[in-house]
C-alpha cells in the first residue's frame, strides 16, 4: 500500500453477484447478468469511498454465490487472514452475492483469528438497475470496516442501513431489497454515514472460537435434507450413499422427524453419519430430547441455527472432535 493518509486501509475483495451485475435496462431489477463487473469497476462507481478509506482491490472469484462451495469459502478465508495479519489492513469488505452471503460470512465469523473488522455485503438489485441498493450497501460497508467501533464485533453484514451479526442473519427474500433479517434484531444501523451500534452478539466468535482458518485445509462434507408434508426417506437414504459425514434434517416445527423418515436417520447414526434436527421454519430454537430423544438416537439438536447455517457449524466441528457430545457443544456455544 502507499502512504498512509491517517484514513483506515482497507482491502475490498469482489467475488461476484448481484452487485457485480448489470441488467439490459434499468427496470431489470429482478433479471439480469450476475458476476459481470469487475471489482475496479465497482469501486470507480463509488467516488465518495475515496472520502472514507484508502482502498485497494482484489478479485479473488467472478461467481453467483449459488456456486460456493468449500473450497470457495477456504480460499477466501485464507485470504482474508492473510490481510488482516499485515500492519498495512484495518480492514476488509468482502463484496457477494447474496444468495449464500449469509453462510459465508458466518463461516469467516467462526474461523478469522482477529478483531479488525471484516464486512460481507451484497446487493438485490445490480448497479444498473433504479433504485439499486448496492452503491449505498457498499459505501455503508466500507464506512463500517473503517470504523473503530467495528472492532471486536465479529464477521458483519451491511444491508439495508442495518448492521447485523453473521452468526444471526439471514436473507429471507427472493428480491425485494429488505431482504436480509436477523431474528433478534441488527446489531446497529448506519445513519448519515455513521454506524451506531446498539447490542453485541452473545455467542463466541472470531478470536474466542476453536477454529483457525489456518489449520484448516478441507472440510467435511455435511448434506441437508428437507422434510415436507408426505415425506419418505428416499432423500436420507440417498444421501447416506454420497459419504457425507452429517446430514442436517431441515425439520418442521421443533424439529419434528416424521416416523416415515427415523429408521433411515437412525441407520445414518449407526453407520456414523451425524444427524442435527434443526428447522425449516426459518425461527425458534430447536430443543435437545422434546420432540425426539436425541439422547436415545444419539442425535443433536441444532438450536436456533437455521439449516444453511446448522451445516457450517457442523463441517467445522468435525474437522475436531467428532463425538456427539462435542458437536452438540458446538451448538449451544455457538
Ligand atoms: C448471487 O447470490 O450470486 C446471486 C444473487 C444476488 O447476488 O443477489
Not at 485470504?79 to 484495518?90: F, K, T
Amino acid at each position: 500500500m502507499t502512504a498512509h493518509t491517517g484514513k483506515a486501509r482497507l482491502v475490498l475483495i469482489g467475488t461476484g453477484g448481484t452487485i457485480a451485475g448489470r441488467g439490459g435496462s434499468a427496470v431489470n431489477t429482478s433479471a439480469y447478468d450476475c458476476s459481470v463487473l469487475g471489482i475496479d469497476e465497482i469501486l470507480t462507481g463509488l467516488p465518495a469511498a475515496a472520502e472514507i478509506a484508502d482502498i485497494r482491490t482484489e478479485q479473488l472469484f467472478q461467481i453467483g454465490s449459488e456456486n460456493f462451495g468449500t473450497a470457495h469459502l477456504l480460499q477466501l478465508g485464507k485470504r482474508v487472514a492473510a490481510l488482516l495479519q499485515r500492519d498495512d489492513v484495518d480492514g476488509v469488505v468482502i463484496t457477494h452475492g447474496t444468495d449464500t452471503l449469509d453462510e459465508t460470512a458466518y463461516f469467516l465469523h467462526l474461523t478469522l483469528k482477529s478483531a479488525k473488522p471484516v464486512v460481507v455485503v451484497g446487493a438485490m438489485r445490480p448497479p444498473s438497475a433504479l433504485s439499486s441498493d448496492g452503491p449505498l450497501n457498499l459505501y455503508h460497508a466500507i464506512v463500517v470496516a473503517a470504523s473503530r467501533d467495528a472492532h471486536g464485533k465479529g464477521t458483519l453484514v451491511v444491508a439495508n442501513d442495518e448492521i447485523h451479526t453473521a452468526r444471526d442473519v439471514v436473507k429471507t427474500n427472493t428480491f425485494k431489497q429488505e431482504a436480509f433479517r436477523s431474528p433478534y434484531g441488527p446489531l446497529g444501523y448506519i445513519v448519515e454515514g455513521v454506524p451506531r451500534f446498539y447490542r453485541l452478539a452473545a455467542r463466541r466468535h472470531t478470536v474466542q472460537t476453536e477454529w483457525s482458518i489456518a489449520e484448516i485445509h478441507d472440510l467435511p462434507e455435511v448434506g441437508i435434507v428437507y422434510a415436507h408434508g408426505g415425506m419418505t426417506d428416499h432423500g436420507v437414504r440417498a444421501m447416506l450413499d454420497t459419504g457425507v459425514r452429517a446430514i442436517v434434517y431441515a425439520a418442521t416445527g421443533n424439529g419434528n422427524v416424521a416416523a416415515s423418515v427415523v429408521a433411515a436417520l437412525r441407520d445414518a447414526r449407526s453407520r456414523a453419519v451425524h444427524v442435527v434436527r434443526a428447522s425449516r421454519t426459518g425461527g425458534g430454537v430447536v430443543i435437545r430430547n422434546a420432540a425426539q430423544p436425541d439422547d436415545r438416537y444419539d442425535w443433536l439438536a441444532a438450536d436456533d441455527h437455521v439449516p444453511h447455517k446448522a451445516r457450517i457449524l457442523t463441517m467445522l466441528a468435525l474437522t475436531g472432535a467428532c463425538d456427539a457430545d462435542a458437536l452438540q457443544r458446538a451448538f449451544l456455544t455457538y
